[in-house]
T-cell receptor
Framework: DTGVSQDPRHKITKRGQNVTFRCDPISEHNRLYWYRQTLGQGPEFLTY????????KSRLLSDRFSAERPKGSFSTLEIQRTEQGDSAMYLC???????????FGPGTRLTVL | AQTVTQSQPEMSVQEAETVTLSCTYD???????LFWYKQPPSRQMILVIR??????QNATENRFSVNFQKAAKSFSLKISDSQLGDAAMYFCAYRVLPRSTLGRLYFGRGTQLTVWP
């Protein structure tokens, strides 16, 4: 068990570019969550997958954001036409059930110039 | 609305002393879980302690314990015998049990804990 991993750890991009982040959950976990954490704030929920199904999306997730989990294993989060307001830490978490602990990855820090 | 309030942006404690971090929350649900997560600098968030709302007994994990006051919707974290490695941002979070929320966590804004040698 290597824990939840995220790639890349840091991403700097120019406004208007597209970026994609990857999350690899703990292998036996079928639930995967994405959160966004801005400076001075706690993480805020973005979206949730159970296996490959995306079951919930926050209103924070605008049309420029899309997330997938094609085979129920790793997940990707894509941001199109990035804006400076997208600068944040994007956290991924996984768990084995709704009531069990969520294990967090190290996050991807996005900076949009 | 589900909200979590941590009224102390920063706290400091001397090594080996005790510190208490405050958290209040607002929910109309009766079944939920409460958590304290620790986020060290540039490292991933890890769970410190959890409390089921239906349990009256306060949770403890070694040097970490909570004071859970359900009626007051208060959930404070006590760290005893503080160590330098306890220095981190601490987040209070909760999760309601009804399936409509699918297990998402609601977080406070965090308390930055400094431990002085």
């Amino acid at each position: 068990d290597t824990g939840v991993s995220q790639d890349p750890r840091h991403k700097i991009t120019k406004r208007g570019q597209n970026v994609t982040f990857r999350c690899d959950p703990i292998s036996e976990h079928n639930r995967l969550y994405w959160y966004r954490q801005t400076l001075g704030q706690g993480p805020e929920f973005l979206t949730y997958f159970q296996n490959e199904a995306q079951l919930e999306k926050s209103r924070l997730l605008s049309d420029r954001f899309s997330a997938e989990r094609p085979k129920g294993s790793f997940s990707t989060l894509e941001i199109q036409r990035t804006e400076q307001g997208d600068s944040a830490m994007y956290l991924c978490a996984s768990s084995s059930s709704e009531i069990r602990e969520q294990f967090f990855g190290p996050g991807t820090r996005l900076t949009v110039l | 609305a589900q909200t979590v309030t941590q009224s102390q942006p920063e706290m400091s404690v001397q090594e080996a002393e005790t510190v208490t971090l405050s958290c209040t929350y607002d929910t109309s649900e009766s079944d939920y879980y409460l958590f304290w997560y620790k986020q060290p600098p540039s490292r991933q968030m890890i769970l410190v302690i959890r409390q089921e709302a239906y349990k009256q007994q306060n949770a403890t994990e070694n040097r970490f314990s909570v004071n859970f006051q359900k009626a007051a919707k208060s959930f404070s974290l006590k760290i005893s015998d503080s160590q330098l490695g306890d220095a981190a941002m601490y987040f209070c979070a909760y999760r309601v049990l009804p399936r409509s929320t699918l297990g998402r966590l609601y977080f406070g804004r965090g308390t930055q804990l400094t431990v002085w040698p």
